[in-house]
């Protein structure tokens, strides 16, 4: 029986490995850091935070990957073993670094599951470093192991759910990942850049449709009304009157985008042509794919009202 608690350690810490330095690397792609406001790196110089937590975020990846991919008949023993041997190292680490953590800077997360770890470091997540580096060291002399057979799975079973029932009421990220869950950030609030915002423009048919009047491939202006963000651009329809406005909504994905023609001094909404006149025909992919918005200037924030732009847009069906 013993022994089979000790085969059964290998996944789960192999699991949470993975699952630690998964969640990292979202943090990384969502943020362009990795914990550096957070976890035991923020004892560490500033300059120093965001390698170290890196090298965390790969050192816990390669060693849950190398558990599994020395299971069985694959890994010989040396390898197996320092790989047991730095799963422990690493949670027997992560241990006293949380309680240095707590003693020092009481108000920081873990930074374990990256942005779901951002609830201050409490016993609870004490215990459960030191229940994850007990796991790990009573693997380390276990010899590789065999695909369990079907009728070992139910024992298996037994013993990894109360383990993991135990992991979770430790682990203040179950309730954060609840919480997350259940709310959905108003469009109003969801920070979208300028960047990504162009690039979805160009990338819709109403740009395809309508490039050929426009004169610049950069705008002149750019503001957000609460979902929806106004781009506009010169054109030269109207001998050179116009403004070619777009507007790209941030609540959908992909976004909605309307076009109008609004006459530069007026503001009036101008007639849309048939078809682009003839000094602009053929040039409908003469603009670079992504747009350059380094020369616009701060966007102004204008509330005229909630809901559809006030314009008479085209549709982008």
């Known amino acids: 029986m013993f022994c089979a608690v000790r085969e059964a350690q290998l996944p789960l ?5 993975l699952c630690g ?5 979202v943090q990384l792609f969502r943020t362009g850091v990795v ?3 957070s976890g035991p790196v923020v004892l560490f110089p500033t300059r120093l935070r965001g390698p170290l937590a890196v090298a965390i975020c790969v050192a816990e990846g390669g060693v849950g990957a190398g558990l599994i991919v020395t299971w069985g008949e694959r890994g010989t023993q040396a390898p197996t073993f320092f790989l047991r041997l730095a799963a422990s190292l690493l949670f027997i680490v992560a241990t006293c670094a949380l309680i240095e953590l707590r003693a020092s800077r009481p108000d920081v997360g873990c930074g374990c599951f990256g942005d779901f770890s951002t609830t201050p470091v409490s016993v609870r997540t004490i215990a459960r470093s030191a229940i994850l580096a007990i796991a790990s060291l009573v693997t380390i002399r276990l010899p590789p192991l065999a695909v369990p057979k079907p009728s070992a799975v139910p024992e298996l079973v037994m013993i990894c759910v109360p383990e993991l029932i135990l992991l979770a009421l430790l682990s203040p990220e179950i309730g954060e990942a609840l919480i997350r869950l259940g709310y959905s950030e108003p469009c109003e609030l969801h920070d979208v850049p300028v960047e990504r915002t162009v690039s979805a423009l160009r990338r819709s048919k109403q740009w395809r449709r309508n490039v050929a009047l426009v004169s610049s491939d950069q705008p002149v202006d750019v503001w957000r009304e609460l979902c929806w963000r106004y781009l506009v ?5 109207a001998d050179g009157q116009a403004d070619a406005v777009f507007a790209v909504s941030l609540r959908q994905r992909p976004p909605t985008v309307r076009y109008a023609l ?22 409908t992919g003469g603009l670079p794919a992504r747009a350059s918005v380094a020369s616009v200037a701060a966007p102004v924030q204008r509330t005229t009202g909630r809901g559809q732009p006030n314009l008479p847009f085209s549709s982008d069906l």
Not at 13 to 17: E, I, N, T
Not at 21 to 25: D, E, I, P, Q, R
Not at 262 to 272: H, I
């Open 262 to 283: 609004v006459n530069r001094v007026t503001g009036q909404p101008l007639q849309m042509p048939a078809r682009a006149p003839g000094r602009w025909r053929g040039w």
């Open 13 to 17: 810490v192999a699991g949470l490995l």
């Open 233 to 237: 651009y010169p054109s030269g329809y």
């Open 35 to 37: 914990g550096a406001g």
């Open 21 to 25: 330095s998964a969640a990292k690397l």
